[in-house]
Each structure stands twice: as C-alpha cells, then as structure tokens.
C-alpha cells in the first residue's frame, strides 16, 4: 500500500502528461489542444515537484531554528517549477492570442480543416 | 562511213566526235515516240550508229520532235533545246512538226516548228518508219560534215527572232533571254 | 627510283586505257547479249572527243573543282593498288588509306553536283551514299577479313602472300563471294544502277554534266571500274603478272556484266536491305573464321 | 610561379572583363581578346617545360593545391587556349545581338580558366575544384540563351553533378587510402593497390569523366547542350570542353594507374580495357547514325561529337603506342574541327537570322564562301579525307585496331566513318549547296572577325593533316611521359617500321593528277555560266524556292535503320526522373499539414527509441 | 577579458530597453538591434583567441560550479556565439528596411530576445538553464513567425507552437529524470556522473532530451514545423530560424548526445536519422514552387547533413559538420534574405514568378546564385569545403555502412542540386512576364547580403580563417573530460 502510496505523485504527473499528450493526438480543436497542452505542462511540474520532495521533511528556510540540512527537502526542484510555470504561462497566452488570430483567418478552430500549409 | 579513217579523225575530230556520237535527248513530244523504242533496242539497235538516248539535255546533242507539238509542249521544247550545250542539232519526226500535219487547224498545236526553235532536219510520213530515223541520222552526218547542220549558230544570231516569235505565242517567258537580244545581222 | 617515277606516269595510262576498253566492251558485250550489234568497242573515245568539244555550262567554281577532285583522287588511287604486282606509291599508304583515297571521287562529285542545285542530283548523291552505306558493311567485313587473315594492312604484302596459286579465295571464299556479290553496287551497274537511274531521276548526278564535265567523269568512271576490279584481284585473286591480272580482272568483269545485263534495277531500300542480308553474314562468318584461324 | 602567372591572368581576365563591361563594351570586348591572347601566349611559351609547384596550402586537411605542367598537359592546355582565343575572337561580331554581354565574356573566359586549371593542376583536389568550376560556368553559359537552353543547361548540370560526386567519391577514397592526392606520389603508390581497388577507382573515374566526354551511356545531356548554347560557346564546349573527360581518362589511366595495372584488370574478353573499347565503340555507332536523323544542324554535329568521342576511347583504352598516340591526336584534331563547323553554323545563323534547321537553308555557297570553305575542310577532318588532320588519327586508330587483333572493332570503327559520311554531306548539302532560297538573296559574308578564327583553324586542319608530325612529335613526349615506348614519327607521316604512310606523297600526286586534269579540262571547249535557274527540271522553268531535295534527305535509310535509332538511354534517364518525380511528390505527403499527425510523429519518434531501448537494448 | 555573461546580458538588456526609446522617437528601434549585436560580434570576436588558449568558465553569484548556474565559454561557445551573433547582426541590418509592418518595436524587442535566448543556449553550463533559454528562443521565434498576423504565418505559428511546447515539455521531462537520477542540474557535474546512473533510465531520460531538441533540430520524424514556419515567416526571421535557431536545436542534441550522456551506441541512428532528414528534405524540396518552402525544405536537407556528419563522431566528421553549420548557415540566411527581398519586389512566392529578375535585381540575383552554389557545394563557395570534409570523414572511418550512407548523401546533393539550378536558371535565363517595375534593392538591404557574399567566397578560397576555432570546438564536443575539467576544475 504504501508503494502506491510512495509513487502516487508520479502517476498522477505520468496521467496528466498521458492525458495531455491524449488531447493533443487526438482532439481537432485547437482550445482543447492548448489545454492539452497545459495539461502537460501541469504534470511535468508535479513530475519536478515529487522529484524533489522527500516525505517527511520541512521547507529549508534555515532562519527557523531547529531546522538542519539532514531534514529538509530539495529547494531546488520548486524553483525550477516556478520558472516553468511562468515559461507555461507565456506559452498558454501566446498560444491563446494565436488561437485566436488563427480563428479570424479560418472562421474554425478545427485543425484537420486548416490546412493551407502542407507538403 | 569514215568513223574508222584515222585522217579524219586528226583533221577534224570535233567534228567526227559531234557526227558519230549523236546523243539523243528522250523527249516524248506526241505520238511519233513510239517509234524509237524500237530504234533503240534489239530490233534496229541505233546504238550502233553511236546514237543513244540520254535522260538529259546536258548531255544530249540531238534532238528529236517526235510527232504534235501542242503549245505546253512547245514551252518544255524550247527550254529544253536552250539547255542543251552546243553543237545541238533538231529533227522534225512527223509530219506535225513540219506543218501541223492532222492538226492544223488545232487551236492548240503550233504548225511551223521552225518559227520557234531552229530545225536541222525533217523526217516526213506519219508516221515514218524507224528506217528513216537512221536515213536522218546519216543526212544529219553528212550535213554535220559539211557545215550545213548550222541551226544552233542561227538560234544564237538569229534570237530575237525566235524570241519574239515564242513570246507572241506565250506572252512575256519566266526565264530570261539565252542571248544578248540584239541582232547581230539586223 | 627512275623505274618507279616512269610507273608514276605509265600506270595511270595503262589504268586508263584498260577502263576505256572495259566501258566498250561492257556496251559491245551487253548489245550481243541483247541480240544487238552494238556500238564499236572504241565508241567511248569518240564520246569522249565529242564531250571535250562540247560548249557545256558551269555552275561554279566548285562545280569545276569538285569533278577534277574526282578524278584526280582515282588517278592517285590507282598508284596505291598493285597492278600485277607494280603499286609505285604503295610505300606511301596502306590499304586504309586506299580506303580512304576511295572518298574523295565520291566527294568531288558530291560537291560539283551539290553545286550544280538540283534535286535530281541531290537524289542521286543520297543514294550513292546510302548505296555505299550498305555495300561498304558487307566490303568492310570481307577487307577486315583479309587484313585479319594475313595480319597486315598493306595490299602489296596481301598480295605478296597469294604467290603460286595460294590464292585469297580459296583461304577465303566466303569474303570473296561476298565481294563479289557487291560488285555490282560498287560499279554502279544493275541491278544497282539506282544512282544515275536514268528513267527516274535522270542520270542522277551528271544530270548538269555535259561536256567536259561529263568526259571527265566518264574517265572516273572508266578508273573506278578499274580500281574495283584491280582491288578485287589483289585481294582474293592472287594479283599476278601485268598480264594474268589483266586477263583476272576481265573474267571478274565479264562475270558482273552477265549480271548487268540481264537484270533490272533495285529499290534503293531493296539495295540497302540485300547487301546487308546476304553479302553481309556471309563476310561475317569469313570474318570470324579469319579471326579464329589466324 | 609562370603556371599561377597563367591561371591569375585567365580568372582575373574573366572578373575585370564583367566589372570593365559595365562602364564600357568596347574596352571589354578588347579586353576579353586580350586577355584569351595573352593567355595563349603564355602557354605556349611554356611549351617543353617541366613545371611543379605548390601554390596553396590546406593545412587543415593536410593537403595543398599543386600544379604542373608536362607535355600531356601542355597539349591540352594550348588546345584550351587557342579554342578558347579563337572562339572569343569570333564572338566579338556574332554575339554584337545579344544581350548580357559582360556576362557572356566573363563566363567565356572564366571556363577557359577553369579548363586550364584542370589540365594544369597536380593533384586531385584541385582538379576537382577547377572541374567543378568548369562545370558550373557551363552551365551557365549553356542556359545563356533562355528558352530551350534552359532545359539543356539543367540536364548538364544534373548530369555532371552526378559525374563529379563520383569522382569525388573516387577522390576521397584515394586521400583515405594513401594520404595525398598528388598525381606523382599517387603513381607510384597506386602501384600496389589490389585491382579491384584499381577498377573501383577506374570506374568513379570514367562516371566523372565520362559525363563529360560523353560516352555512351552517359552521352544524352550533349545533344542538347550544344545545340542549345550559343555557336562559339558550341565550339568551345564541342572542341575541347568535353574532351577534358578524354585529358581525365588518359591521365587517371596511363599517367597514375598505369599500364601495367591496366592489363591485369579481368580477363580474357572481360577485360576492362576491351570493355572500354566497346563502349566506345558503341558510342561511335549511337554518335554517327543518330546524327542522320538530325535536322538541326547542331544537333548533328553534337551527336557527332559523341560519335567522335567513341573513337578517342577506342583510341586510348588500348594503350598501345599506335593506340595512345592515335586517341590524343583525334582528341586535339576533333577540337579543332568541330570548332570550326561549330562556327561555320555560327557564322550561317549570324547571317540568317538564326536559321538552324537544315531544311530551310541551302545555296549559301554563292553568298558565303569562305564560310563554305570552312565547312567543307572541316567536314573532310571528320570524315577523315586524306590531307586533313583528321585521316591521320583514324589511320592511327584503325591501324592499332587491325593490328591488335580487333577487327570487329575495326569494322564498328569504319562503319561509323561511313555513317559520319552519310550525315555530314547532307550538313553540307543543305546549308551551302543547292538552290539559294530568295530570302537569302541578300546574304553577306560574315564580317573579318568571325572570318579570321574560321580561316586560322582552316589551315590548322591542313597543315596538321598535310604535315602530322608537329602534333604527333608533342605526342610522343607524351607517352614517354607516361613510360610507354613513344611513337616514332617523321614530319609528313609515319616511319617505314610502323606502317606505310607518307602524306606529302599523297598530297604531291594529288596535286600533280589535279594540276593534269586541271589542264586538260581548261583545253577542251569553255563553258558557259549559268545561274542557279537556268538548271534541268524536265522541260520546265525551275518553281523559285521550291527545287531543293532536303528534307528526309535519307528517307529509305531512314525507314530502314530509324526505328532502331533512338535513344533509349535517354528515354531511360527521362523515365527514371519522372518515376522520382512521382516518388518526391508521394515522400513530402508526410507533411499532412495536421498538426495532430505531426504531434503523433513525435510521439513515435520518442516511443521508437525508448521500446527499442528496452525491448532489444538497440543502443 | 571581457566578461562572456555581457553576450548574453547585452541583447536581453537593449531587448527590454527598446520600448523604453520607442518613448523618445519610434525611429530609434530598428537600430537598437544592430548596436546590441554589434557589441556581441565585437565582444565574441575578442573572446575568440582567449578562449581558444584558455576556455572560460564563468559562476554567476560567485560560487563554484556545480552549485551555481555558470557559463562555460569554450571554442564551441564561442564559435557558436560569433556566428549567431554575425548572422544576427546583418539580419538585423536587413530588418531596419524590411521591417514595415507596425508594430516594428515589438518584432525587434522579440528579434534580440531571440537572439538572447540563443546566445543563453550556446553558453550555458547549466541543463535547466538551457532549458530557459530554449524557452526564450522558442516563444519568441512563435511570435515572430506570426509577426505578419496574416493566415499562413498565424496558422505556421499555431503549428509551430503546438509541436515546441510538446518538444519543450519533453525536453523538461528529461530534465526532470536527470535531476532525479543525479540531484545536480549542472552538465558537467552530470557528465562526471553518468556512469553512475542505471542506463535504462539514462536512456530514456536521453530520448526525451533528444526528442525534445530534435524538434528544434528539425530531425526528420520532427520536422514538420519547419517548412510551415520557415516558409510564413517575415523573410529575415526565416534568414534567423535557419540560420541560427534550428543549429541551437542541434547544438543541444550535439551537447546531450556527446558530453552529457556519451551515448557511443546511438551515434550510428543519430547518423541515419541524419541521412534520412537529408533526403526526405531534398526530395520534398524537389517538388516545390513556393520559393521560401523550397529554401525550407533545403533547410532541413542541410541539417540532415550537419547530423548525418555528427553522427560520424570522429574529429574530422564533427568538424566537419560544424564547418557545415557556418556553411549553411551562411548560405541559407543569404538565400532567405535574398529570396525575402524577391518576393517583396514581386509580390508572389511562385518560383515561376521570380523568373528574369536577373536583370532587374542584378545584386539580389547574384547574391541568391552564390549562395545555392555553395548550398550544392561547388567550389570556390564554403559549401564546397564543408560537402568535401563529410565526404572525407565519412569515408574516412572505413565503416562499411557509412559508405553506403555518403552515397546516399551524395545522390541527395544531386537532388538539391537539381532544384537549385533550377531557380537560379529562372532567375536569369527565362523571361520574366510582369517584371517590368521591378527595381533593384538599396542600402539596408543590400549590405548584409553583399557582406554575407564576400564570407562565403572568402571562407570558400582560405577555409583557414575558420578551421582553428572549428577544431577547437569539435575537440570540445568530442573531448568531455576536457569539458568536465574546464568546469569542475582539477581533475
């Protein structure tokens, strides 16, 4: 039980970027598809997340006393996800503002119908 | 026949060569052509008396009018007489030729040949037999020898003449004058 | 050296007088075999007296030119070819250069009648060309076969190795039939008369010839039909004194004028079709025995 | 220093003639011919020289550029230049209609700088650097005039690119192998390579070169380059161009291989020198009777050209003495008289506008004879007539052929010359004889400047054809360069010990029988002249324009031979382009244009790594 | 010495400054690019013989690696950094004409943060920093290719972003594995490390790393974006994408594959997927008649052939295909800068259309016939030297199946060839039908691409000016000890 337990973060990461990749394969509309995106998005910052963190352990902010290297969790990993969700937010509103470009020009948001650049 | 006397030869062999090497043109003017098949195989064999037809008048020095001339005919007669080099000698075959025979009062056929091209010689009959094609070939000898087949020299002196005449006959010609037009002797 | 500067100039008029006789009695033959009386043997001279005192016409200076090329080039050949063992200029050319010095007569004609600006000359020279085309395959493979034989390209060391009856045609009959067979083609006589073609094309390339043109080139003729049947001789006949190589080259075109005579005239693609068909495979096959005999 | 002086003055020459072009025509046209000049002026002062040097390092690839100069390239490298001159100096006039002009010379002088660089240079890498420039510069030139040549000049590209990536294939494989690429150490390195090495080698060799000289099959992009280019390019490209492949060959093959490498590659018939031989052989049969069905009067010539080419590979391939010395002086006596007939078309097109159909030509004798008299000697060195250059090198050929025991060779070689007969008579014929068509009337001779190059090469035919040991005494360097007993030669012909040939004998007899003849002919009865219409037509008055016999001049050969005469290779070449074409255009299907196909693609990429990863341990 | 973290700081530093002076005068903006790279060429060509006796390693924060985020400039960097710098500047210069479209302050903000985000890629030491700085590379490069906002670019963008988010989401997912694996994110730490590690999970995070920059590097399953991309966008961005930015995507894969992972076994894929994108490139190109597609197809032929002669792996290959990076990138950024002017004149994209400008845009043509030329690889052009070192190399490690792959190589080359003779035939050589007001380009336009000329006939005839640094680098990327004792020091 406590196996499960232990990875539980890592399937529900794994399951959010399965399910964003899902999203991405399969549905035709391009909202759902930046969702998906960011589904994916979302996942991978669970996925750096639990890489970093040890159960048990406390937030490293030495000011607090009692608090030494040997209990503390990474900090690392949370600043890296802080980066990326700002990375993950720049992309979401220029994918948005594209979408939208992209819908005045087409009137759809159907990918498989816009189609005017191939080969 | 002097072909074989050798003084001859060495006093005049331009003129033994023009008499006993008569080429004649293969020109089929009318009915008289069907006689020189016969002359000039097997059966009289004119080849004997060095006649031979040639395909050309280039290369020919004789001429045979053989039967009607009808006036397309007469046009194809004259540039073919004009092409062929000198000494050139013409013979009537017929009776047509000389006075338009059976034809004359054809609107079509000339009546006197020798108003537009000069004739050496005349075969008369119709048709005369290819005997007499051989009694022309030696006169046309003897007159060669003698300087009496003189019809090329009087086409040259006497060219307005016949030019005038041809063009009366087809207005103006499409090939320019063979000679100068002046006459020589007025 | 003086010996051979008097066959210079003896052997062109020995070549000369025989090429006259043999176009006189080509015409006295055929009449009798026609039943005729025929003309007297010496009538090509008087033609030819006739033709230099005609008042022919020029076409150009090439019109000129190119006939004297022509019988120039076959009075130069004639000192290539052994005549009864007596070749003056042998030393100065092989037998490729023969086949050479073969072109320029055609050549000057080609060009003296190209001037000449009718088409009737032009039909002649296209098929003389074409003519040549499919008799020289047959030609080239029974002369390839010679050389190949006897392991040399000069005609005088040929006809050296076919002293004492070791004729050529016994060693290679199949060439030499082959040759045969072409002779025709290469004389211009029927059934391969199709280049001056008198009732079609009217006598082809001479058809502008008359006078001294047409006496110069009844002389080339008179060479060529010596060179052919000299070549012919040398080749497969054993060559022989001046005298035997006479006699040689006068049964070899007797035997072509029985032919001449009685036959009519092939289409040209007829001509071109049979000289690649027959003469062809049978020099062919003499070839590849010469090849793996030799 | 001299043979970077030569290439510095021909680059150079070809970048001032552009830049000196924008400001004024004139100076550039003087420029250009100065420039070609000094050239040829250059060289032939290095004649009998023996120059190496290193003038360009490439530390980075241990390498440096080299060149040299020995009798082989000294031969081509005159020929280069003085084509090169001659076809400048005729441009002057004939290109006074086009437009482009600074570009025209520039490129004219700058292939004739990178010819030169080819035939200079000692070691493969800059051989392949000037080949390569060589080629890219023809193909501009080639494409020059738009329209059709744009087609042509794209066909030579691709076709030479495919040459030349074989060849560089062959040459880096050489550098891996032996650390150098220079012609001399390679020599004696190549000594004892493994012969399969040595064919390998032969064979990426003979596609890069043999594209260029185009043998058969690799010949299909000539027809339509030459025929396309402008006329003096034509002579350049035609003249000594192509036959650079013929300076490949001999080089790759006598100077670094060898012969005694040669003679051990196959066996029996399977020899590679015989089967070299019959690919020339093939050419020469390809060359010379498609060149009958022609039209186009450079089209004829190119395909004789190829048909010529043939002849130089049977020439060579057999590395005989006779053979060797035959191959390179039909190479040299080929560029000088398809140069000529190249500029004689030239010239015939100046004058009428353009016209290169043989069918509506004709009679231009009367209006252009010197042009004629060019076309006619040049036509005899094709041929091969006795007293043209062009009979001594095929003597030379046939007589290795019968010699070494190849009469079948020998008969496809003979055979070809009756077939080169057949279809340049008919050049002949329709351009300069017969009936003059009325809208000629008024034709001129060509101006002097076009007249001078065609008048020079003129004589170079005879001279070289009366007196063949000029040429055939730098030949015989040659092959001793090359280790091969050299040919022997006297001045007018050839020594007693190799074969009966005398020229100024020839030449005196024909001379003397012509001079009889002429005699004879002016003592009998004069004739009269006359004009073209006053000719036989059966009686009747010639019809203007209408009494010319040209168009399907051989008809009967035609219908028998001419369903066997097409080109199937390249048909062959055209199908396989069009089949990749259809192929391209189902490849870039991939590119659906969905994005989510494109997201798929990823996805396999990534899970294609990772299951071969696990599953196999791939990696 | 000066301090390589100005290379970066530079660009990002006048990126943000130019809205700032678009408050003072709008005209001022366009040049803010050109200045910000001017001082980056100059200061990376005072780097060069530096860091070519000793590599720099530089500590932000002023700890030591591997506790910080540091720069490590070695030969590689370095050549890197010139090159996108140089590019970056004559693309600029291109820009302050060509740029017409308002907002232009926004295009050259996002111009220098592109150009940031590329230099960041190339000097960083640090795994997720360099996953930053490919952020920064891949939106701006998004919003540049729709700079246009029309529907082709919109649509590119739309694509172009879908495939880089995904690309750079896996690209954090190795990351992520790595950081797990080793607990350090500096790259010379994990290199001294990897052994360590248990290979599957190494390989899995190096899939996910290669797939990741492989969409960058235009590899060929992931490609597509390209051709779309590069085809829509404004020419000089299309000039910067191929010229610069698809070589970082390679630079990563390079970096990943070579020094971090030592992945030896994968090398010989990494080649025939080289190959693969080499001649699905060509071919796809062969068809085209868009001109910009056609030079984006190209693109992607020509980093098949970088790949392919990286995936060789000996010194030789590796220089090699870094030779062909400035070749191409040369080459391709004058093609795209020409062509964009072309089009621009002309107003069609159609190959057709462009036929007999060059008699009307003489420079432009040439320009454009120089750099196919050194495309296809002929000589005196740079294109020549770089197709006859990967010919060379690949010949060179006697493998049998590298025989077969630069055969294949040389069949594409024949291929590209085919299509670039072409256009430059239509170029010259056939009428033109409404050519007739076209004029010639001027100023601006026209220096970058006569001084991008001059490079590839210069580096063509004397390849020396460039073989030293390009040695240098290709020891760097082959030798990672070397690397790994720059950074860590000692060892």
Not at chain 4, 93 to 108: R, V
Not at chain 5, 204 to 214: K, N, P, R
């Amino acid at each position: 039980m406590s196996g499960i337990y232990n990875w539980m973060y890592y399937i529900a990461s794994g399951g959010l970027i399965l399910i964003g990749l899902y999203i991405v394969l399969v549905k035709t509309n391009l909202i759902k598809i930046v969702i998906g995106l960011n589904f994916i998005d979302t996942g991978i910052n669970i996925l750096l997340i639990c890489i970093g963190y040890v159960r048990g352990r406390t937030a490293p902010i030495f000011s607090r006393p009692g608090i030494s290297p040997a209990n503390v969790v990474d900090p690392v990993p949370q600043a890296l996800v802080l980066t990326a969700i700002v990375i993950g937010v720049a992309v979401l509103a220029l994918a948005l503002s594209i979408v939208i470009k992209v819908y005045q020009h087409n009137k759809t948001l159907n990918v498989t119908k816009i189609k005017g650049l191939k080969w | 026949m002097d072909r074989t006397s050798i003084k001859k030869w060495f006093k005049a062999p331009d003129k033994m060569g023009h008499k006993y090497s008569l080429w004649a043109v293969y020109f089929c003017t009318g009915c008289g052509i069907i006689e020189v098949p016969p002359v000039i195989t097997s059966r009289w064999d004119a080849e004997r008396f060095g006649v031979i037809p040639v395909a050309t008048p280039r290369q020919a020095n004789l001429f045979l009018i053989t039967g009607y001339v009808s006036l397309k005919t007469l046009k194809a007669i004259i540039r073919t007489y004009e092409l062929m080099p000198d000494p050139k000698y013409t013979v009537g075959f017929g009776s047509c030729p000389i006075n338009g025979g059976m034809y004359w009062d054809s609107y079509n056929t000339i009546k006197h040949l020798d108003k537009y091209i000069p004739v050496d010689g005349w075969i008369s009959g119709c048709m005369p037999r290819p005997e007499a094609i051989f009694i022309a070939v030696t006169h046309l000898w003897t007159m060669i020898d003698k300087g009496m087949a003189t019809g090329y020299i009087k086409y040259r002196e006497k060219y307005r003449y016949y030019r005038q005449n041809q063009e009366k006959l087809f207005g103006k010609l499409e090939w320019p004058p063979l000679y100068p037009m002046e006459d020589k002797n007025g | 050296m003086v010996i051979k500067a008097v066959w210079i100039i003896v052997l062109p008029i020995i070549a000369f007088i025989i090429g006259v006789f043999f176009l006189g009695l080509s015409r006295k033959v055929i009449a009798r075999i026609h039943r005729r009386y025929g003309p007297p043997i010496y009538q090509p001279v008087i033609d030819l007296i006739k033709l230099m005192n005609q008042k022919s016409i020029s076409h150009g200076r090439l019109f000129d030119m190119g006939v004297i090329l022509s019988l120039a080039g076959s009075i130069v050949l004639v000192l290539f070819i052994p005549f009864g063992g007596i070749a003056p200029l042998s030393g100065s050319g092989d037998f490729l250069v023969v086949l050479y010095l073969m072109l320029l007569a055609p050549l000057g004609v080609a060009l003296s009648g190209g001037e000449g600006a009718n088409p009737n000359i032009s039909i002649g020279i296209s098929r003389k060309m074409m003519l040549s085309l499919g008799y020289e395959v047959p030609l080239l493979f029974s002369i390839l076969a010679v050389m190949t034989y006897y392991k040399t390209t000069s005609l005088v060391e040929i006809t050296k190795a076919q002293q004492h009856l070791s004729w050529g045609v016994i060693y290679l009959p199949l060439p030499a039939i082959a040759y045969f067979m072409i002779l025709p083609a290469m004389l211009g006589i029927r059934p391969f008369d199709i280049v001056s073609a008198p009732q079609e094309i009217s006598s082809g390339p001479s058809v502008e010839y008359g006078g001294r043109y047409l006496a110069l080139m009844t002389v080339e003729h008179a060479f060529h039909t010596f060179i052919v049947l000299a070549l012919f001789v040398d080749l497969f006949l054993g060559g022989g004194n001046p005298f035997t190589f006479f006699v040689k080259m006068l049964v070899v075109f007797l035997l072509g004028l029985f032919i001449h005579a009685v036959f009519p005239r092939f289409r040209i693609d007829q001509a071109i079709k049979y000289c690649w068909k027959w003469p062809s495979i049978l020099a062919l096959a003499g070839l590849v025995i010469a090849y793996v005999v030799a | 220093m001299q043979l970077i002086t030569i290439l510095i003055v021909a680059f150079l020459g070809a970048g001032i003639v552009y830049l000196i072009g924008k400001i004024s025509g004139k100076a550039r046209d003087i420029l250009a011919v100065l420039a070609s000049l000094i050239v040829v002026i250059l060289v032939s002062l290095a004649y009998n020289q023996k120059i190496y040097t290193s003038f360009y390092p490439l530390p980075f690839l241990n390498l440096s550029l080299t060149l040299r100069i020995d009798p082989l390239s000294w031969f081509f490298a005159i020929a280069v230049a003085g084509i090169g001159f001659l076809s400048i100096l005729f441009s002057l006039e004939y290109m006074k209609h086009y437009q482009k002009l600074d570009f025209y010379y520039s490129m004219m002088l700058f292939v004739n700088a990178g010819m030169l660089g080819v035939v200079l240079s000692a070691d493969f890498l800059s051989l392949y650097i000037f080949w390569e420039i060589m080629s890219w510069s023809t193909y501009l030139l080639i494409s020059y005039k738009g329209g059709k040549a744009v087609g042509a000049g794209l066909k030579y590209i691709v076709m030479s690119t495919v040459g030349s990536i074989a060849m560089l294939f062959a040459i880096v494989s050489l550098y891996t192998s032996y650390g150098t690429l220079e012609f001399s150490s390679l020599a004696s390195l190549l000594q004892t390579a493994s012969s399969g090495y040595i064919l390998f080698l032969l064979i990426m060799f003979i596609i890069g070169f043999g594209i260029k000289n185009a043998i058969w099959p690799l010949h299909t992009w000539l027809p339509d380059a030459h025929a396309e280019a402008v006329s003096p390019f034509s002579a350049v490209l035609s003249g000594i161009l192509v036959r650079i492949g013929i300076y490949g060959f001999v080089l790759v093959m006598y100077s670094i291989v060898g012969l005694n490498l040669l003679h051990k590659l196959g066996y029996g018939l399977l020899n590679f020198n015989y089967i070299l031989c019959w690919i020339g052989a093939i050419s020469i049969i390809i060359g010379t009777f498609i060149a009958l069905l022609q039209d186009d009067d450079k089209r004829l010539l190119a395909w004789h050209a190829i048909g010529q080419g043939g002849y130089m590979i049977l020439g060579i391939s057999f590395g005989t003495t006779l053979g060797i010395a035959g191959g390179i002086f039909h190479t040299l006596n080929h560029c000088i008289y398809i140069a000529l007939l190249f500029l004689v078309t030239g010239a015939v097109e100046y004058r009428t506008g353009g016209v290169r159909d043989l069918n509506q030509l004709g009679g231009l004798i009367k209006k252009m004879p010197v042009t004629f008299i060019g076309g006619l000697i040049g036509i005899s060195g094709l041929i091969g007539i006795p007293l043209t250059n062009g009979f001594v090198s095929k003597w030379l050929i046939y007589k290795t052929l019968i010699m070494e025991k190849h009469p079948f060779l020998a008969f496809v070689a003979l055979i070809g010359t009756w077939g080169t007969i057949l279809s340049v008579y008919k050049f002949l014929h329709n351009i300069f004889l017969g009936q003059l068509p009325e809208k000629y009337k008024d034709v001129k001779e060509v101006p002097w400047a076009m007249r001078l190059p065609m008048i020079i090469l003129t004589s170079v035919i005879i001279l070289f054809g009366i007196l063949p040991g000029i040429p055939l005494n730098v030949i015989s360097g040659i092959e001793r360069s090359f280790g091969i007993k050299p040919l022997s030669t006297i001045i007018f012909g050839m020594p007693r010990e190799i074969g009966e040939l005398n020229i100024i004998n020839i030449l005196a007899a024909i001379v003397v029988a012509g001079v009889f003849i002429y005699l004879i002919f002016s003592l009998s009865t004069r004739s009269r002249r006359v004009n073209q219409y006053d000719n036989y037509a059966a009686g009747s008055f010639i019809p203007k324009d209408k009494y010319q016999y040209s168009v399907r001049f051989y008809d009967p050969v035609y219908r028998i031979i001419g369903p066997y005469l097409r080109d199937v290779v390249d048909d062959f070449y055209y199908w396989l382009v069009e089949k990749s074409k259809s192929f391209f255009q189902g490849v870039r299907q991939i590119y659906t244009g969905n994005v989510n196909t494109y997201a798929l693609y990823i996805l396999l990429f990534l899970a294609f790594l990772i299951i071969t990863k696990i599953g196999w341990g791939l990696w | 010495m000066v301090n390589p973290s100005l290379l970066i700081a530079v660009p990002l530093a006048f990126a943000f400054s130019i809205p700032l002076f678009g408050l003072v005068s709008k005209k001022i903006g366009k040049y803010i690019p050109v200045v910000a790279l001017l001082i980056n060429v100059g200061i990376s060509f005072i780097l060069i013989p530096q860091i070519l006796k000793k590599p720099a390693v530089v500590s932000i924060g002023g700890w030591s690696p591997p506790f910080c985020i540091n720069l490590v400039v070695g030969p590689l960097g370095v050549f890197l950094v010139t090159l996108i710098s140089s590019i970056g500047l004559l693309v600029a210069i291109y820009a302050i004409s060509y740029i017409k479209e308002e907002p232009t302050e926004k295009y050259h903000m996002l111009f220098l943060l592109l150009i940031t985000g590329a230099t960041g890629i190339v000097l960083t030491g640090d795994i997720f920093n360099l996953f930053v700085f490919f952020e920064i590379l891949c939106i701006s490069s998004y919003a540049l290719v729709a700079y246009n906002k029309d529907k082709e670019g919109t649509e590119a963008a739309m694509k172009y972003l879908i495939q880089g988010s995904v690309g750079s989401s896996f690209v954090l997912i190795g990351i992520a594995l790595l950081y797990g694996m080793f607990g350090t994110l500096n790259m010379a730490d994990i290199a001294s490390r990897v052994t360590s590690a248990d290979p599957t999970f190494l390989f899995i995070s190096l899939a996910f790393l290669i797939t990741g920059f492989g969409i960058e590097a235009a590899v060929f399953p992931l490609n597509a974006w390209l051709p779309d991309a590069h085809s829509s966008a404004p020419s000089s961005i299309s000039a910067i994408l191929s010229g610069i930015a698809i070589k970082t995507g390679v630079y990563g894969v390079a970096r990943m594959i070579y020094t971090i992972f030592n992945a030896d076994g994968i090398l010989t894929f990494i080649a025939f997927l080289g190959l693969l994108t080499l001649l699905i490139g060509e071919m796809s190109a062969f068809r085209q008649n868009d001109i910009k597609r056609l030079l984006a197809y190209s693109s992607i032929g020509q980093i098949g052939l970088i790949v392919f002669a990286l995936g060789i792996a000996t010194s030789l290959g590796v220089f090699a295909g870094l030779f062909q990076i400035v070749s191409h990138a040369l080459a391709k950024a004058l093609l795209f800068l020409a062509a964009g002017y072309m089009i621009y004149r002309v107003g069609s994209k159609s190959i057709d259309s462009l036929s007999g400008l060059g008699r009307k845009m003489p420079l432009t043509s040439f320009a454009f016939t120089i750099g196919s030329f050194s495309l296809i690889g002929l000589p005196p052009f740079a294109g020549f030297i770089s197709k006859f070192s990967i010919v060379y190399a690949a010949i060179q490690v006697k493998k049998p199946i590298f025989l077969v792959f630069v055969v294949i190589a040389l069949i594409a080359t024949v291929i590209e060839a085919g299509y670039f003779f072409k256009v430059v035939q239509n170029l010259y050589f056939k009428e033109g039908k409404n050519v007739d007001n076209v004029t010639e380009t001027s100023g601006y336009i026209i220096v970058p691409m006569i001084i991008l000329v001059i490079s590839i006939i210069v580096i063509g005839i004397h390849p020396q000016f460039i073989t030293g640094l390009l040695k240098g680098a290709a020891g760097e990327l082959l030798g990672r000890t070397g690397y790994i004792g720059w950074v860590l020091g000692g060892s």
